[in-house]
């Protein structure tokens, strides 16, 4: 009698048989890559030095030089005493392995994670001693090969957050009373007190320092130690800018520092010490001041300005740019000479992905890390004047409890930090691979408005424009498209193929949305012929702000890597999508993440070739480490 099979044996699979018409040059990346490289990132390790060394051989310039880790330790080094005597400085940080298992630490309730250690130095700079120690400095948690954390033995999952990126930004309104066009721009920080500029219906140029009242910019630029001459002679040609001076009745630097001092502070007596200390202590201290290389990044494209990447803080050089940038939009022109090249002079759109980042895991946590270093900063100071110099050591001026706190803290309690969704697999992946506009620092259910829930053309290819949820949170949450991918700035890129000639070619270059915008772009389903170039004369291109038309085979630079590359993961999984409306295809996505999965799990009749990527990038089947 021949054996009965097992009950949970797993029928034979169909025969997949592919009807694309489409080839693809270019396989679905990792799709837990937005979380695994982001951990690798933060904590240094060896996959992240293998693909920094392998950026740079291909020659990319984008590479980050340092780890999140190594980046916040080397900013708080060196922690000074009042008096400038003593200094303790971290270096090389390292971690043990973990002491319990994933499965262990499911089992017993444990959070998975391992111990970490710094060296720390302490220089008593009177007598030139050094002591050097290895210091505990906590248990941190580590990521799971799935893109998972174990918190007190529950799986969560830190969603990536969507927030308007540092940098420069400008805008038009128009003025209810006047019909005239007011203009505005702001300087906004990573962190630190944001700048601001308008142009009002008189023509005369304000300057807001720390959102509070509004003053002529000329007594700004004073008390950067311009003269009247000086303003004169760099923007004289400018209506706008001789009106305002005429208004300005500082009479020199000392005058437009006490009057800026009065509007910040006002009710104390304003002294020139007290109010140069205030004004550097605003836009020119690290400590206070941060754009991040990103915002760093953004204000040298938008200005033309050549500050070093790792120039945190505001220069004169930026404030005087960013002032003639909105004199120049005032006055109808259309660029402006920078420092290395001629920029153009537009307004910016704060809605598209050009202008919007992405903080993924890595960096959320290392600024949860940032701010328990600070507390712990505090601390040290205060121990290094109390304690007797002779008997100090590195370790008895650590307290590490508001270091380990603030990690546990963002676990535990932060919104981004979510218990992970285990319906099925294909919702945990989604969950991963979510991009989230709430949250700290994010936007909130109640003011945000109907632009930035809005579909926006240069979501093409980078966050999809189907998985959205029903409710309250529509448009504020999202998911990356399949093919997307983040860059060390945190902007999401999207591959194309070169089009050389007007042919085709196998090269293919990762695009921002700002670089996105200069070229012309063709679909993937074009029709072409056997040797890559198109088979009709005129192709349907999309050009900037997703604007779609006509162009010559020679005038397209570039052709879409797959047609599934603006759908996200879930959506992919809709056979004949483009059959269907799309409010039924958002529900569709958002449903398959509700399924209970079978006992005995079956293929699909009819799949799109996604289920395969989904199931194994989910890590819920067994797959071998090595072929053979």
């Not at 699979?13 to 040059?25: H, K």
């Not at 701010?371 to 008895?396: F, H, K, N, S, W």
Request: net charge negative; charged share 30%.
């Amino acid at each position: 009698m021949a054996a009965s099979p097992h009950p949970f044996a797993v029928p034979p699979g169909p025969r997949r048989v592919s009807f694309a018409r489409i080839e693809e040059p270019l396989e679905v990346p990792d799709l837990l890559a937005l979380q695994t490289e982001s951990f690798d990132w933060l904590v240094g390790n060896e996959r992240w030095k293998g693909r920094v060394e392998a950026a740079r051989q291909a020659g990319r310039k984008d590479v980050p030089a340092q780890s999140g880790l190594e980046e916040i330790f080397e900013e708080i080094s060196p922690i000074e005493d009042f008096s400038g005597t003593m200094s303790l400085s971290f270096r090389d940080h390292r971690f043990e392995p973990p002491k319990y298992s994933v499965d262990e630490c499911k089992d017993k309730d444990m959070t998975y994670s391992a111990p970490m250690f710094v060296t720390a130095e302490f220089i008593n700079n009177a007598t030139g001693e050094i002591k050097s120690q290895t210091v505990f400095m906590g248990d941190f948690p580590l990521m799971t090969s799935k893109g998972t954390f174990i918190v007190n033995g529950t799986e969560r999952v830190v969603v990536s957050q969507l927030v308007r990126s540092p940098g420069v930004y400008f805008d038009r309104s128009v003025d209810k009373t006047s019909d005239k066009e007011l203009y505005g721009g702001k300087v906004i920080p990573s962190r630190g007190a944001w700048l601001e500029f308008e142009i009002d219906k008189r023509d005369s140029v304000g300057v807001r320092v720390d959102r509070k009242r509004k003053q002529p910019v000329t007594v700004l630029l004073k008390a950067l130690g311009w003269t009247s001459d000086q303003i004169l002679e760099r923007f004289g040609q400018y209506e706008s800018m001789r009106a305002t001076l005429e208004k300005d009745h500082t009479s020199g630097q000392d005058d437009a520092l006490l009057d800026i001092y009065r509007k910040l502070r006002p009710g104390e007596p304003p002294t020139r010490e007290s109010a140069q200390a205030l004004l550097d202590n605003l836009y020119f201290n690290p400590k206070r001041y941060d754009l991040a290389k990103v915002g760093r990044y953004k204000i040298n494209k938008k200005l033309g300005v050549q500050a070093d990447i790792t120039q945190g803080t505001l220069t004169e050089d930026d404030i005087v740019a960013t002032i003639e940038y909105i004199v120049r939009l005032h006055a109808g022109e259309e660029s402006m000479r920078g420092a290395g090249s001629e920029v153009i002079v537009e307004i910016d759109d704060i809605d598209h992905f050009g202008n919007r980042r992405l903080r993924t895991v890595g960096e959320l946590i290392q600024n949860q890390v940032r701010l328990g270093l600070a507390r712990m900063e505090r601390v040290v100071r205060e121990r290094m004047t109390t304690q007797d110099v002779e008997a100090i050591t590195p370790q008895t001026l650590i307290n590490i409890r508001p270091v380990v706190a603030s990690i546990k803290e963002f676990f535990g309690t932060s919104q981004l930090s979510q218990f992970m969704d285990h319906i099925n697999p294909l919702a945990a992946l989604t969950q991963k691979r979510r991009l989230n506009a709430l949250g700290p620092g994010g936007l909130s259910r109640e003011r945000a408005g109907f632009e930035v829930r809005d579909v926006h053309p240069s979501h093409y290819g980078r966050m999809c424009p189907i998985e959205s949820p029903e409710g309250p949170n529509i448009g504020l949450i999202g998911s990356l498209a399949s093919y997307g991918r983040v860059n060390a700035f945190g902007f999401v890129e999207t591959p194309y193929r070169k089009v050389v000639d007007g042919k085709v070619t196998d090269e293919i270059d990762y695009l921002t949305a700002d670089e996105e915008d200069r070229y012309v772009k063709a679909q993937a389903n074009t029709a072409l012929n056997p040797d890559g170039s198109f088979a009709e004369p005129r192709v349907l291109v999309r050009t900037k702000g997703g604007e779609t038309e006509l162009a010559r085979a020679e005038e397209v630079d570039y052709i879409d890597v797959s047609p599934r590359q603006m759908v996200s993961v879930a959506t992919a999984m809709i056979p004949f999508l483009e059959h269907d409306d799309a409010n039924r295809a958002l529900m569709g996505s958002n449903m398959q993440r509700q399924s209970v999965p079978l006992l005995k799990s079956e293929a699909p009749l009819v799949g799109t070739g996604m289920e395969y990527r989904a199931a194994t990038d989910a890590g819920d089947v067994i797959t071998a480490e090595k072929a053979g």
